[in-house]
Nanobody, 123 residues
Framework: EVQLVESGGGLVQAGGSLRLSCAASGFTFDDYAIGWFRQAPGKEREGVSCISSSDGSTYYADSVKGRFTISSDNAKNTVYLQMNSLKPEDTAVYYC????????????????WGQGTLVTVSS
C-alpha cells in the first residue's frame, strides 16, 4: 500500500519555525520527487517545494525561497521541510506528495499525496 504520512504541523507565532516530516512507504522512493503542496481555505493549491530522490535537486516556490529548506533521508524514505521565518500567509494544510517528471521549474505530475498536516501561523 502506497502511503505518505506527514507530521510536525502545529501553531506557531509569526517569525517562528516548524519542521514537517513525511514518511513514505509502499513504493520505490528513488523513482519519485517527494515534496509538499499546501492549500489554504478559499485559495488554490500551491506547490511549495520538492526534492528529487535520485539526484537531490530541489524546487522552491518563490513565496518560500530563502525561508524553507527541503531535505531527504533516503535510507529512511523520509523527507523534511524546515520552515523558518513563518508568516501568517503560510497558514494552510500542508500535504506531502510524490511527483513524477520533476523539472527545475516545478515538481512535475502529482501522483499520490498524504492526509495533510495543519500549519497555523499567528500574527
Amino acid at each position: 500500500e502506497v502511503q505518505l504520512v506527514e507530521s510536525g504541523g502545529g501553531l506557531v507565532q509569526a517569525g517562528g519555525s516548524l519542521r514537517l516530516s513525511c514518511a513514505a512507504s509502499g513504493f520505490t522512493f528513488d523513482d519519485y520527487a517527494i515534496g509538499w503542496f499546501r492549500q489554504a481555505p478559499g485559495k488554490e493549491r500551491e506547490g511549495v517545494s520538492c526534492i528529487s530522490s535520485s539526484d537531490g535537486s530541489t524546487y522552491y516556490a518563490d513565496s518560500v525561497k530563502g525561508r524553507f529548506t527541503i531535505s531527504s533521508d533516503n535510507a529512511k524514505n523520509t523527507v523534511y521541510l524546515q520552515m523558518n521565518s513563518l508568516k501568517p500567509e503560510d497558514t494552510a494544510v500542508y500535504y506531502c506528495a510524490a511527483y513524477l517528471a520533476m523539472t527545475p521549474w516545478n515538481c512535475g505530475y502529482l501522483e499520490v499525496w498524504g492526509q495533510g498536516t495543519l500549519v497555523t501561523v499567528s500574527s
